[in-house]
């Protein structure tokens, strides 16, 4: 078991009324499988994720990260298991402007000063196709080419699981696909587990196992 929530209960408070987005939420995420968590924008998918991440804290329950509760853990401590088991491809991307492709895939490990990954990254950057990338902005790369450095720079540290909040979200069909195939290979060859949130049937059906958030309530789709 990588990772493991029990009984999320999430909401918030709208004036004097409080809206429930997590309701009981129970999820398991075991080594070497994707996940998929499908709903509407506004279910509460991405706060599941960040949850899932330690971003964000449930009003109830419990998160347990490679067998450990980390429910009553310092900041500190939460933070150091974050970044040691954690890697994370948020909606937007969030690569820093100022720095190159390759860059942006190492800013995880400045964490740790006494290790340098630049061949990880080369190795990393070869195996999405984008070697003759490395040098170029942000701005200098194509949606799905920043997608790929996002994804990358989630891989870097090897992490036990790979969280991903609607990776496909603003891509076109051809370049969702690319990803889609991506997210299969890193699995297959890496033997990566990862969580993907998304509203498309299409990303939702690579799950080994796929789930479906409807008010609150967390639900494993059953196979046919």
């Known amino acids: 078991m990588i990772l493991d929530a029990k009984n999320i209960i999430k909401s918030y408070k709208n004036g004097n009324h409080s809206l429930v987005v997590l309701d009981q939420c129970n999820l398991t995420v075991t080594q070497g499988e994707i996940i ?9 998918k991405s706060t599941l994720l960040n949850i899932l991440g330690t971003l964000d804290k449930p ?3 419990e998160i347990s990260i490679n067998q450990k509760n980390i429910t009553s853990l310092s900041e500190n401590d939460i933070a150091t298991i974050r970044n040691q088991y954690i890697g994370f491809v948020f909606q937007f991307h969030h690569l ?9 895939i190492l800013i ?12 990880d990254a080369d190795t990393l950057l070869e195996f999405v196709g984008l070697t003759e990338r490395q040098s170029h902005l942000p701005s200098q ?19 036990k699981v790979i969280l991903a909040d609607e990776p496909t979200g603003n891509l076109d069909y051809k370049n969702a696909n690319k990803i889609i195939d991506l997210f299969y290979k890193i699995n297959k060859d890496y033997q990566q587990s990862i969580v993907i949130t998304t509203h498309s049937r299409d990303v939702a059906a690579i ?18």
């Open 96 to 104: 820093l402007p100022e720095f190159t492709a390759k860059e942006n």
């Open 141 to 159: 790369l194509s949606g799905g080419e920043r997608l790929r450095i996002a994804v990358l720079r989630a891989m870097i540290n090897k992490p």
């Open 108 to 119: 995880p490990t400045l964490i740790h000063e006494d290790v340098n990954k630049s061949h």
């Open 36 to 44: 998929t968590i499908m709903g509407e924008s506004g279910s509460g």
């Open 207 to 224: 799950g080994h196992r796929q789930f479906i958030l409807i008010n609150g309530v967390l639900d494993e789709k059953k196979k046919d």
């Open 59 to 61: 009003d109830s329950g």
